[in-house]
């Protein structure tokens, strides 16, 4: 009787609706895992290049700091610096400020 059963054609549509349903569902994990995967790298790439932008900034605002810390290792590049950031001057020195001109107003 129960091999009989398993012949009835409801008995083996169940069967194939099962198994349609559990490969349908493994197939739906497989796809939200590489869904995932590609989420994840798209951010993980978009990440490396603010990084490397970043970097490339520093590296840029690190060669300009060196070139000035070069600059005002000397007399000749720190005097100007003392002049402008300290106003400072030599005894024998005279320092002359020019502003702009102001803009003539319209009556």
């Known amino acids: 009787m129960i091999v009989g059963l398993a012949r009835h054609p409801l ?3 169940v069967r ?8 349908s569902f493994f197939l739906l994990l497989v796809v939200a895992q590489f869904a995932r995967v590609i989420g994840t790298d798209v951010k993980l790439t978009s990440d490396l290049h603010q990084t490397r932008k ?6 840029r605002r690190d060669a300009r700091l060196r070139r000035r810390i070069s600059r005002l290792r000397t007399a000749r590049g720190a005097i100007p ?7 400072m001057l030599a005894p024998n020195e005279h320092m002359v400020i020019v502003e702009p001109r102001p803009s003539p107003t319209v009556h």
């Open 81 to 87: 610096e003392i002049h402008e950031r300290l106003r």
């Open 54 to 59: 970043s970097i490339a900034r520093y590296e």
């Open 16 to 23: 194939r609706f099962a198994a349609l349903a559990v490969g």
């Open 11 to 13: 008995v083996r549509t």
